[in-house]
């Protein structure tokens, strides 16, 4: 009678104990199997990233361009026609032909900005043009520099970069070279202008 009582004894705590091993067993295969998962998803993140980077090393070695979607994207702010553009050209290179990149885009500017203003012409040959009372907006229209200009390719590159939208003039509508400038004329721009700023031979005003 006692064995029977043992034996149902034993084989309890056998149950017991088995079963509290599987649960530990359960356990221990999940914890593992979490890094596990990590590992293999980090490898497979690193060799994406490697690939990509052999790609770019590839691509450069080749001479093959990278470029950059936002470059391919800029598009000119002004379109001019023919006449407009040549008429641009010319008298940026008639009043700053002497000048560095940067001075020739500011005659650049200044032109652009009349066009945009509602107090001059709305066309770059207009505005370039214009006679007030007889006194000639850019004095190169009538002394024959404006005629006679070879536009050099810095000229170009210049007016490039105005019409692309760059704009270093602080809005100014006037300049002068105060060294050739007439008196009576400085007087006015004196009196009248507010001065912005100096560079190179000019003086710029709004």
Known sequence: MYRKYITGFLFAGLTVISSWLCVRELKIDRISAKPAFRMEYLDTSMEEGKESFV????????????????????????????????????????????????????????????????????????????????????????????????VSEDTK???????????????ALYFCAREKADSNRLKWFDRKLTRLFSYGNHEFFL
């Open 55 to 150: 790609e770019m090393l590839g691509s450069v070695s080749s001479g093959q361009r990278v470029v950059d979607y936002e470059v391919l994207e800029q598009t000119k702010k002004y379109q001019l026609s023919d006449k407009d553009y040549d008429a641009l050209l010319r008298i940026v290179e008639a009043e700053a032909g002497g000048e560095d990149q940067d001075g020739k885009l500011l005659v650049a500017n200044v032109v652009l900005n009349r066009v945009n203003n509602e107090l001059f012409p709305n066309t770059v040959c207009e505005v370039v043009m214009q006679n007030e009372q007889g006194i000639a907006q850019f004095s190169p229209t009538v002394d024959g520099r404006y005629q006679n200009v070879r």
């Open 157 to 171: 590159a210049a007016v490039e970069r105005a019409l692309y939208g760059e704009d270093i003039s602080q809005g």
